[in-house]
């Protein structure tokens, strides 16, 4: 079992900065993703950026060049940097791990409000 818990969140006015932290407990070594997700009131969870094991990450299109993701595996902890806010990133953003045997774990989430 693996136990992610977030912080950093909360309202800023666009244009701003925030960052997301999360950190990672349990059966830390059995993780191989972190990500990070998002949903807005309406809409489905997407995924807004994505770190592998290995290092490589990737983006969604609308958050490229504006926000990056990043691991410290000694502390087991991953980061999203916002930059460049927008009211649309608006959302409860969720810490994501996936395992080395594709069990999927969640944050409980941590609220993004941008004000325009």
């Known amino acids: 079992q693996v136990q992610l818990v977030e912080s950093g969140g909360g309202l800023v006015q666009a244009g701003g900065s925030l960052s997301l932290s999360c950190a990672a407990s349990g059966s830390t070594f059995s993780i191989n993703t972190m990500a990070w997700y998002r949903q807005a009131p309406g809409k489905q969870r997407e995924l807004v950026a994505r770190i592998i094991s290995n290092g490589n990450t990737n983006y969604a299109d609308s958050v490229k060049g504006r926000f990056t993701i990043s691991r410290d595996n000694a502390k087991n902890s991953v980061y999203l940097q916002m930059n460049s806010l927008k009211p649309e990133d608006t959302a409860v953003y969720y810490c994501?791990?996936?395992?080395?045997?594709?069990?999927?774990?969640w944050g409980q989430g941590t609220q993004v409000t941008v004000s325009s």
């Open positions: 994501n791990a996936v395992g080395y045997n594709a069990i999927m774990y």
